[in-house]
């Protein structure tokens, strides 16, 4: 009891009441300094941990700006056009996945330059992934997005391979080989994406394959075969193949995909793939057998 009433004549005295001013603006400038001093802490941080915050913040306004799109309706898209007096939407549909998956080198010298360049608008260019060579794996733009990586290009009747792939960068200069950590990563994300979007083998190209005479990416370092084997591309076997008469071998190149407008230039980009070792442009015997038996297996 006789702490209670301690207590209450405690709280009875009256303070001056400048006492109370000084002790509210005391107590204002300590928060004000407190608050200032966690935002510079804050922003330090973000700064240190990430030097892509802005570019980051311009992506999800990009994002946005197409999910606003997606949302209009009646439907404005590029077709654009209202055939009927009402508008009638499907309740039916899925987002559109893609159904090929292009590899480049990067032909820089780091992933640190390859993500600052896939970050400022004037390149114009950009890709879904990058493989660093220590194996770590930066997923740039969300799959259902459009990369800018394949440019011109055309792989059997496929015209705007940009619209219907994915797109991965791996870091190499182009005149050394691929570390076992990047190929090991790689392996792993395109079983991931092969079973997501269900991807045919036939459908894992090289950017050289779909770009003949304009692109030699990935290198003749590149292991198409290990990939093949792990179900990405698919590979020759010619044991006991017999070329028969009149094969036409322009005639399989397109079969397989290569567009064969340029013949030397499908030829180069089909040895870049399948003979690395061979850096001529000419067809001869054992190419005619390997031919031979991938047009059977791509056809
Ligand atoms: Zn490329």
Not at 57 to 62: D, I, S, T, V
Not at 187 to 212: C, E, Q, W
């Amino acid at each position: 009891m006789k702490v209670r009433q301690q207590g209450l004549m405690f709280i009875a005295i009256p303070l001056p009441h400048y006492c109370f001013i000084s002790l509210f603006i005391f107590c204002m400038i300590n928060l004000f300094r407190f608050v200032f001093l966690a935002a510079m802490i804050i922003m330090a941080n973000g700064c240190a941990r990430n030097p892509y915050a802005t570019t980051n913040k311009a992506y999800k306004k990009q994002a946005k700006g197409y999910a606003k799109l997606l949302r209009e309706y009646p439907v404005e898209d590029s077709a654009g056009l209202n055939y009927a007096p009402s508008w009638t939407g499907t309740t039916n549909f899925t987002m559109r996945r893609p159904n090929f998956v292009v590899i480049h080198h990067t032909a820089q010298n780091s992933c640190d330059q390859t993500l600052k360049t896939f970050t400022l608008t004037r390149t114009q260019v950009s890709a879904h992934y990058v493989i660093c060579r220590d194996g770590t794996i930066h997923h740039m733009l969300n799959d259902l997005l459009r990369a800018h990586h394949a440019g011109a290009s055309r792989w059997g009747n496929a015209t705007d391979i940009n619209s219907s792939s994915i797109g991965i960068e791996i870091d190499n200069n182009g005149f050394e080989p691929f570390t076992d950590a990047q190929i090991n990563s790689l392996i792993d994300l395109l079983g991931r994406l092969k079973r997501a979007y269900n991807i045919p083998s036939t459908n894992f190209v090289g950017h050289a394959d779909v770009a003949p005479g304009r692109k030699v990416d990935p290198s003749r370092y590149f292991p198409w075969q290990k990939l093949a084997e792990n179900g990405y591309g698919l590979w020759y076997d010619t044991t006991g193949v017999v070329i028969p008469e009149g094969f036409n071998e322009m005639q399989a190149l397109r079969i397989i995909g290569y567009d064969i407008k340029n013949p030397a230039n499908a030829i180069q980009s089909f040895k870049i793939h399948f003979t690395p070792a061979d850096s001529t442009s000419m067809i001869n015997d054992d190419d005619k057998k390997i031919l031979f038996d991938l047009e059977k297996k791509y056809q």
